[in-house]
């Protein structure tokens, strides 16, 4: 870009955020209200006559700073020869030298590039497409435009902790804000003990002691307290892992924004929202203001196509994708999943390629709104909700297609989700364990895919075989819903057939490994070295306990098949 006439007043000028800047040229800083700055100008004593502020810029070289908007100052030419900006191809910035002398502080003008062609707003301003969570960014920070990269304010809906991070937010919360400070609405924050629950440790159990001293101390509405460790089934109000509690409790709505103080929180996206994992100070802010500083993330956009086969899962899906893109390939992005395969999904399913984006990077997943959705909300939640879509023209970084009619079942080898690897391929690796369970495979449908693979094999399994619900609900379910085709069995009942472990207490705590020392109650987590097939989403040395354990990813379909024959194992031996 060139000025190619200059005025003896001063003139400020923005680029957009995407023009490719030269060295002696202007820097993006951050989105701007032109009901602020005008007056933080006056107060300094320049006069303002136009003050419609879209961007502001700086010259990091020469130029003063006023409070992060730098006026850029054009001497010794007058104002008849005020002239227009124009833009070169490769978008490079320079201005033409003009010998020094005294400026004025009156701030004439203020200059934005010309883009790409924009469509009028009703109201007549002008105003870019927008992603589905560029829009959800845009309402919930109060701007009618927003694009990657802008640092905006964010209005909280929902602020989900448990008893991990709980006790630290609220200590946060309270140096920071002061010991009688009340949370800034008692009925958006919800806090779900998942973790420190099943175990004898009494230092583990005073982190949900805290929780319910400071839920009762805030008068906190949405508190699903444990108080019969010995009997769950005693606690009608405790629920189980808490991403599966949100949205069975109805927390998860379309075009809103859900934090948790949990790296999987991104599992609510499948509602169509924003939805990611903070820290404990990010959270004790929030606690006080109900605001959180953020973003924008550039969106990954995964289009899935095709009629799914009967032995994929939506595990599958997003170990094909991980291992396409690599565990960073989305980092701090935000991954967008369309298409007539995400259509047909179920919302479990959903909430399972949403709940593994954070093993790529990404900042947040998401799936639109739709029927499903609608459906599945309808006894869930009697709140007012608006959905929000990516607009047709919305300018996505990448796109990445899958035709997912061809795609195999899929395992992730250690020591990372991004392993990816045919199911069929890895036929010869010996296990000693199987695992079913966490937030990404203890939900419902993900017991009853697995029950389907023991149904129609008839056998035993050769190995044991480690069943966790996530959720009270869950656990009812594996007791009480007829599997189809079973003849009216229940899940519990073919896996008593089949040689399974009782089905545990629904909790996070045997996928936390910190709780996993009583070997009597979880010989899972043996310290000797063992290979694993899992429903979990992290592969990592020592994530399920022996640092040189071996930990294959798979979906429930998968696991269930290797379960049986004591082998990595495609499901497809027993469902075709």
Known sequence: MELKSCSNDIVIFFLNSQTDIGPDCCHAIDIITCNYWPAMLTSLGFTVEEGNILRDYYNASSAPSLGGLTVIYQPQVSKKDLGSFCFSSTSQFSVNKCKKSAVSKKIVSVMAPQQSERRPATTGSVKNAMTLTEKIFSRASEKPQLSPGDNVWVNVDILMTHDVCGPGSFGIFKKEFGENAKVWDREKIVIIPDHYIFTSD???????????????????????????????????????????????????????????????????????????GIGNTDAGFVLGTGKVLLKVPPTLRFVLDGEMPDYLLAKDLILQIIGEISVAGATYKSMEFVGTTVERLSMEERMTLCNMVVEAGGKNGVVPADGTTFKYLEDKTSLPYEPVYSDEKASFLSEYRFDISKLEPLVAKPHSPDNRALARECKDVKIDRVYIGSCTGGKTEDFLAAAKVFLASGKKVKVPTFLVPATQKVWMDVYTLPVPGSGGKTCSQIFEEAGCDTPASPSCGCFLILLLCNISTYPLYHNTTKVCVSTTNRNFPGRMGHKEGQIYLASPYTAAASALTGYVTDPREFLE
């Open 202 to 276: 009494e230092r583990a159990n005073r982190n949900v002691d805290i929780l319910r001293d400071f839920c009762m101390e805030q008068n906190i509405k949405y508190f699903y307290d444990i108080k019969d460790l010995g009997n769950f089934k005693a606690n009608p109000d405790y629920k189980g892992v808490c991403h599966i509690a949100l949205a069975q409790e109805g927390h998860c709505r379309p075009g809103e924004v859900l934090l948790g103080t949990d790296s999987h929180t991104c599992t609510a996206g499948a509602f169509g929202q924003f939805a990611t």
